[in-house]
């Protein structure tokens, strides 16, 4: 844990944290909604299917639009509920496509689940003998819920499933940041990302798993304890309801720190990921200079996007410095006008 960087997260948060929170709670209530119809229609195909969709074309754009918006407030610039909306197009653009790369992360979630269940359905069998045998002929795992505490550990299972897979979710969660301050589609990005992972491991990783663990530990402090105290007394539906709901809301409270996190990793690494993609452009254009099949006018017309794309990341970069330090400026003096009312 840097309790440094998480400290200077929380001083950049607070000035901004209700115009962010009401964004915060909005998609909190839009994920709520997902995942309990999920969980109640589970045996349903089709209903199934419709949380699934309100998932992928409902949260996750709105929730690029909320980063893009969260970006704004960062940098001292004014932004209204409205703008959420107008960005919510861009989560399809080919610049933020597949940023989150959440097929992959559903994938691993399903399979991790799959290996506990079997697990924890093989080590039940294998205390009661007949239950086992019963369960190789008919291949029905429902004759398990009548064992005393069993759905205690569906419940287990499926908190530490949704843990995991909000886990993969805020590790990529600051790779649109890069998207949009180079223009650069997903993919370019992630490649440039895990170069940092390697060159800076130290500082990137260290930085990300900071923010990410309170994000974790709230969820973990909400749901395992009222899950399971809510099952004896109300049964398992009521149980993972009411642990799903409110660990979503209560973990909703602390994103705009989290965000505000990712935001800063960013800009402390900006620099670094630059210079990845001007020396991996540099190496393509020395690949192409050695090409005698490519004309010359290409390759005068790749230099020379080269050498816009480098000024324009300067100036960008110029630009954020300013708007920070501008910004750093203002938060100074108002920290000093407030120590002055105080005393």
């Known amino acids: 844990m840097d309790f440094v960087f998480l ?18 709670i909005s ?4 994920l709520v909604l997902s995942s309990v119809l999920i969980i109640l229609l589970s045996g349903s195909i089709l209903l199934s299917v419709l949380a699934l969709l309100i998932f992928a074309f409902a949260f996750l754009p709105l929730f690029l639009s909320y980063e893009l918006v969260s970006m ?27 940023c989150y790369s959440l097929i992959f992360a559903g994938l691993l979630t399903f399979i991790i689940a799959d290996i506990l ?6 080590i039940i069998a294998a205390n009661n003998v007949s239950l086992f045998e019963e369960f190789m002929n008919t291949q029905d795992i429902s004759m398990f819920f009548n064992l005393p505490y069993f759905s205690v550990g569906l419940i287990i299972i499926l908190g530490i499933c949704m843990l995991f897979f909000f886990y993969r979710f805020l590790s990529r969660v600051n790779l649109p940041y890069f998207n949009f301050y180079f223009g650069l589609p ?23 798993r900071t923010v990410a663990l309170p994000f ?16 004896f007394p109300f049964g398992e539906s009521v149980a993972l309801l009411s ?14 720190f989290y965000l505000s996190g990712c935001f800063l990793t960013f800009y402390t690494h900006r620099g670094q990921v630059m210079r990845f993609i001007q020396e991996e452009v540099q190496q393509d254009l020395m690949r192409l200079e050695n ?30 410095d300013d708007e920070f330090s501008n910004l750093e400026e203002n938060n100074e003096v108002d920290d000093e006008n407030g120590n002055e009312d105080k005393e």
């Open 291 to 320: 090409m005698p099949d490519v004309p010359e006018e290409e390759k005068a017309k790749l230099r020379a996007l080269f050498e816009n794309f480098k000024k324009n990341s300067e100036e960008a970069e110029k630009n954020l």
């Open 7 to 24: 400290s200077a997260v929380f001083r950049r948060c607070k000035r901004i944290y209700g115009k962010m929170l009401v964004f915060s």
């Open 216 to 231: 974790l530990f709230i969820f973990c402090l909400l749901y395992f304890p009222l899950a399971i105290g809510l099952y």
């Open 117 to 122: 269940l079997s697990s924890y359905v093989s």
């Open 243 to 256: 642990a799903t709901i409110v660990s979503i809301l209560g973990c909703s409270l602390y994103l705009p």
């Open 72 to 98: 704004r407030l960062l940098t001292g610039h004014e932004a209204n509920y409205d703008e959420i909306y107008k960005n919510y197009k861009a989560y399809f653009s080919p610049v933020f496509r597949g």
């Open 27 to 30: 998609l909190g209530l839009i």
């Open 186 to 208: 997903s993919s370019v990005t992630k490649r440039m990302l895990r170069l940092l992972k390697k060159r800076a491991r130290a500082t990137y990783q260290k930085q990300i």
